[in-house]
């Protein structure tokens, strides 16, 4: 699929330009590749009408750039976008031109279609291994997505990456006995509850270990030395004072008993 997209070209950078850019409608975007680099403007409602409907990754865009001093018309590939995390509006594009000519790999998405699978109407779970299939061909020949039929996947089945067919003049690159799309059988109860009971048992462990039992089951080693911790020391240096005191008397007693 094929977009028109009319952009210019502009000649301040830097987060200042591209703040400017903003408040007047418009969005700052770079073009790369057929060696040279471009730094543009967009109007952020053409860009947002083609991520809106169609895979930004395997869109095809028409460019005209004005200002370009050679090649205004150009076609590109939508590589990368930034969106503000608060509002959601398009920030900055990263443009790819490419040529009809040569081939290109791209990253396209995996459409499952067929309806329910009859496995999954028996009871288990449809799983999407792979989202996507990188592919190389020519961007006339670029699907716009690679289509999975699951329909007959029964539970405990699944289709590999080498069992789908594709178009001619397109190669896949990933590795063919990935598997693509699933059924697996549903969980049973009892695996369920015995999931849940090992993973609170785990969960107890790390408080058991925080009370510093010993060996002997006691509570308490481990754990750091409190501030009445110290006091059998000073009983023993308390003792060692007393009988220091007591020595003067001993022999103030023994002096008395000679006169």
Same mark, same amino acid.
């Given at each position: 699929?094929?977009? +028109? ?11 200042? &330009?591209?703040?400017? $850019?903003?408040?007047? *409608? ?8 057929? *060696? ?5 403007t967009v109007n952020p409602e053409e860009l947002v009408k083609i991520l809106k409907s169609h895979a ?9 750039? !004005? ?5 205004? !018309?150009?076609?590109?590939?939508l590589r990368d976008y930034q969106v503000d995390p608060v509002t959601g509006a398009v920030l900055h ?6 040529? $009809? ?17 009859? *496995? ?8 999407? !291994? ?10 006339? &020949?670029?699907? +716009? ?33 990935? $598997?693509?799309?699933?059924? &697996? ?21 790390? @408080?058991? $270990? ?8 006691? @509570? ?19 003792? @060692? ?8 008397? &001993?022999?103030?007693? @023994? ?5």
């Open positions: 699929m094929k977009f +028109d997209l009319t952009v210019a070209v502009r000649e301040q950078a830097g987060k200042g &330009a591209a703040r400017s $850019m903003r408040r007047v *409608g418009k969005i700052p975007a770079v073009l790369y590749g057929q *060696g040279e680099c471009l730094l543009l930004g990754s395997t869109a095809l865009i028409s460019l005209t750039v !004005n200002g370009a001093k050679t090649k205004q !018309n150009r076609t590109a590939l594009a990263d443009l790819f031109e490419i040529s $009809m000519s040569k081939p290109i790999r791209v990253k396209v998405p995996i459409k499952v279609i067929g309806g329910i699978p009859a *496995g999954v109407k028996e009871g288990g779970v449809l799983h999407h !291994n792979m989202r996507d299939v990188h592919v190389e061909c020519l961007p006339a &020949a670029m699907p +716009d997505h690679i289509e999975v039929d699951a329909s007959a996947l029964a539970i405990g089945s699944g289709i590999h990456l080498k069992e789908i067919g594709t178009r001619e003049g397109v190669r896949f690159l990933d590795d063919a006995e990935q $598997m693509v799309v699933s059924v &697996a059988a549903p969980m049973t109860d009892a695996k369920l509850e015995a999931l849940l009971t090992s993973g609170a048992g785990a969960a107890g462990e790390p @408080e058991v $270990m925080t009370k510093g039992k010993d060996a002997a089951g006691t @509570e308490g080693a481990g754990e750091p030395a409190k501030a009445g911790a110290a006091a059998p020391a000073g009983d023993a240096k308390g003792g @060692e004072k007393k009988e220091a005191a007591a020595a003067p008397k &001993a022999e103030k007693k @023994e002096a008395e008993k000679k006169k």
